[in-house]
């Protein structure tokens, strides 16, 4: 069974920093690109960013301005999200999600995790 | 970026009925749009993929169709169950950036 458990996350000020963590089981992580997709309180899902399955790819939404830095740790099974100089617009619930395609990613995720709530605010 | 527009943002209708929620993209997308279904306080689910494909697990009476910029999912024989909010999202500017649409609310009678 696909598992993506999240850890990380909470209340930081703006222009403060904090590292999202995503340790997956159940599937072949390596094999896998891996997104992080946030929602805003009472608002829709906007896609954050990407890693390709070796990590040597990645995408950002053009909204996050360079903040955000996505990476994996394949001998690990844990994916990562570094987000610096965090502002208010920033608090959501964060998931990650797995490409429901293996090695070539397709962009729709068949696995999400439970979330975590970031929350900036001074 | 490929916008997504949803309608209607919000439905109600009675177990049983069938519920149709339209997704329409800015440009055309061929067949890569996927729907979920979020429910309060929890993650999205993958309903169907590359436009028509059902995900493994997901009931039968859910349906998706089109193609190019227009697309529909139909839920068949509505259940109570089947109460929560619906997103479509288009991966056809896969690389990214990957959008979603504004969501629609299903709600029971």
């Known amino acids: 069974e696909v598992q993506l458990l999240q850890s990380g996350g909470g209340l930081e000020q703006p222009g403060g920093s904090l590292r999202l963590s995503c340790a997956a089981s159940g599937f072949t992580f390596s094999s896998y690109a891996m997104s992080w997709v946030r929602q805003a309180p009472g608002k829709g899902l906007e896609w954050v960013s990407t890693i390709s399955s070796s990590g040597d790819t990645t995408y950002y939404a053009d909204s996050l301005k360079g903040r955000f830095t996505i990476s994996r740790d394949n001998s690990n099974n844990t994916l990562h999200l570094q987000m610096n100089s965090l502002a208010v617009e920033d608090t959501a619930v964060y998931y990650c999600a797995k490409d429901v395609s293996k090695i070539v990613a397709r962009g729709f995720f068949d696995s999400w995790g439970l979330g975590t709530l970031v929350t900036v605010s001074s | ?109």
């Open chain 2, 1 to 109: 970026d490929i916008q997504m527009t949803q309608s209607p943002s919000f439905v109600s209708a009675s177990v049983g009925d069938r519920v149709t929620i339209t997704c329409r993209a800015s440009q055309g997308i061929s067949s890569w749009l996927a729907w979920y279904q979020q429910k309060p306080g929890t993650a999205p689910k993958l309903l169907i993929f590359a436009a028509s494909s059902l995900h493994s697990g997901v009931p039968s009476r859910f349906r998706g169709s089109g193609s190019g910029t227009d697309f529909t999912l139909t839920i068949n024989s509505l259940q109570p169950e089947d109460s929560a909010t619906y997103y479509c999202q288009q991966a056809n500017s896969f690389p990214p950036p990957l959008t979603f649409g504004g969501g629609t609310r299903v709600e029971i009678k």
